[in-house]
């Protein structure tokens, strides 16, 4: 099965996702820049997952130029990770409306986490339904910022867990090591003549 109708699925809940966290940004009260600073936490939560929710898609659609075949595991596995990233806007909201409380830090970092593991799994199914031969096995190769990925986001955890808004760092390095899209499969899609 082709993968043009699970790309435009995925295209289109991650384009809601983002609809959804940007309508939970509070305007604010008064008509002054000064007013402003009662929405900085939370326009500067929102920046922070929309930048992974920009990740996500871009790394997909890097993912999806080297996907020969799709199959029903590759589907669920693919729903997996939407239903992850799906959540974005209630943990990104809870952070925001709790000012930065630990437990929402905590949730948001496990929501972060959880993500990151899905889209492991999607990769891992997709090599799986395209056997020894799969292009994505092969341009993947050590893959080192997503083994790095999960122990950063656990670092976040336990810092929400006993400090607080400093998880904020741990999951905006993660953020950053990934802002510029996966070389390995840009190269190899480009190398192949694989572009659409």
């Known amino acids: 099965m082709r993968t043009s109708r699970l790309e435009a699925f995925s295209d289109g809940v991650l384009a809601i996702i983002i609809t959804i966290m940007v309508l939970e940004?509070?305007?604010?009260d008064g008509p002054h820049f000064s007013d402003l600073a009662d929405?900085?936490?939370?326009?500067?939560?929102?920046?922070?997952?929309?930048v992974y929710i920009g990740i996500y898609w871009n790394n997909h659609h890097h993912m999806f130029q080297l996907v020969r075949r799709v199959n029903g595991a590759v589907l669920w596995a693919n729903l997996h990770l939407l239903f992850w990233l799906s959540l974005y806007p209630?943990?990104?909201?809870?952070?925001?409306?709790?000012?930065l409380a630990r437990t929402p830090l905590v949730v948001y970092g496990v929501n972060l986490l959880a993500a990151a593991i899905a889209y492991y799994l999607l990769q891992l199914t997709i090599m799986h339904a395209e056997g020894?031969?799969?292009?994505?096995?092969?341009?993947?190769g050590r893959d080192l910022k997503g083994k790095a990925?999960?122990?950063?986001?656990?670092a976040g955890i336990l810092t929400?867990?006993?400090?607080?808004?400093?998880?904020?760092?741990?999951?905006?390095?993660?953020?950053?090591?990934?802002l510029v899209p996966d070389r390995r499969m840009e190269s190899y899609v480009a190398r192949h003549g694989l572009a659409e």
Do not use: H, K, N, Q
Request: glycine share 4%; net charge negative.
């Open 90 to 99: 209630f943990t990104t909201a809870w952070m925001d409306e709790t000012d």
């Open 132 to 140: 020894a031969d799969g292009l994505l096995r092969e341009a993947l």
């Open 160 to 178: 929400a867990w006993l400090l607080g808004w400093p998880a904020l760092l741990f999951y905006a390095a993660v953020a950053v090591i990934w």
């Open 149 to 154: 990925s999960p122990v950063i986001y656990l």
């Open 39 to 50: 929405s900085a936490t939370g326009f500067l939560t929102y920046l922070l997952s929309f």
């Open 25 to 28: 940004l509070r305007v604010p």
